[in-house]
């Protein structure tokens, strides 16, 4: 009788934690938000080092080399295989437990009930690629960026970040086969693609909506965190403007599919395009289209193109909701 009383009461009482926090107030669903993901991220860590021992042969703890970028004896396929464990740690898995504490439908709250159609991802794709000189003209002003004096320490600080980030992205971009580029698309493209818009846009931009109780300030707050988050100042501007696009591109179609589609697209064109400069198929202005001379006049263009797609992403989402 004892063991038949806790098979019953134990389904129930886990039964009983989905939506459990659902009636508590934003601020607690950011604080359960930032535990779930720092308790996730610290086990994903510990879960990578134990397959990179088991893979890889290499011991993390004890061959700090292996994963570190700027030594000679630095492993790639460990480092990269060591990061897409812990992006999974941190961006797709908290936002699923985030989800299930808060909220009785998982999928309704992180917006992957509501599927999407080819109209939108198309027009979707046509907005990033038509924002690149854009992005390019945001990022020519950011790099202007100065800081008064009495801040040069932090200024310092900002350029070295900067500095020891294109290092990470040189090496992680260096592609000598089809092989390479295969899983640069999933550790560059794919996991981010996915992983960062569960966590941003599915889970805190709804939650700064309710905060600020203004969803363009959620949009905003959450495109700056996004862009913060990459640790490139001097590219917080155009991350910033590409986390409002992909904002928006959710709060319209109420689908998470759409940006994450618009985010891997975003990431993958750079992936393929730097593998293809690395061939000599194509050439390096590729990679900065907009960035010319004539950037202000490009830049400016690009920004009619975007705001008019946008215009017309909006009314096919209101004409099909």
């Known amino acids: 009788m004892p063991f038949v009383a806790i098979f019953v009461f134990q389904p129930k009482k886990r039964i009983m934690l989905k939506g459990s926090l659902s009636h508590h107030s934003p601020f607690t669903h950011l604080i359960v938000s930032l535990l779930a993901v720092v308790v996730s991220f610290l086990l994903a860590m510990f879960v990578g080092t134990v397959l990179a021992l088991v893979f890889f042969d290499i011991n993390i703890f004890t ?154 300030w959620g949009i905003i707050i959450t495109a700056f965190l996004f862009a913060a988050l990459h640790m490139q100042f001097y590219g917080l501007l155009p991350r910033m403007a590409m986390g409002i696009l992909f904002g928006y591109l959710l709060i319209w179609s109420r689908s998470l599919w759409v940006p994450i589609i618009a985010h891997l697209v975003n990431n993958g064109m750079a992936v393929i395009t730097k593998y293809y400069i690395g061939k000599g198929n194509i050439p390096e202005e590729m990679e900065t289209i907009g960035a010319n001379e004539n950037y202000w006049f490009t830049g400016l263009i690009s920004v009619a193109i975007v705001l008019l797609l946008l215009r017309v992403f909006r009314s096919i989402c209101k004409r099909q909701a």
Request: charge should be negative; aromatic fraction near 10%.
């Open 63 to 216: 061959d700090l080399q292996a994963i570190d970028i700027n030594s000679d004896s630095v492993n790639l396929s460990v480092l990269k295989f060591y990061q897409s464990v812990y992006s999974i740690g941190m961006f797709i898995i908290p936002p699923f437990i985030v989800a299930f504490l808060v909220s009785k439908k998982v999928r309704e709250y992180l917006y992957l009930a509501e599927g999407t159609n080819i109209s939108k991802v198309l027009l979707a794709t046509f907005i990033i690629i038509f924002s690149l000189p854009m992005i390019n003209l945001l990022a020519q002003l950011n790099s202007h960026l100065s800081l008064p004096e009495f801040m040069s320490g932090i200024e310092t600080w900002m350029k070295n970040s900067e500095e020891q980030a294109k290092i990470v992205t040189e090496k992680f971009l260096v592609m000598n086969s089809t092989s390479d580029l295969l899983v640069n698309l999933v550790v560059i493209a794919l996991i981010p693609a996915i992983g960062e818009e569960l966590l941003f846009r599915g889970v805190l931009q709804g939650i700064f909506g309710k905060l600020t109780n203004n969803i363009h």
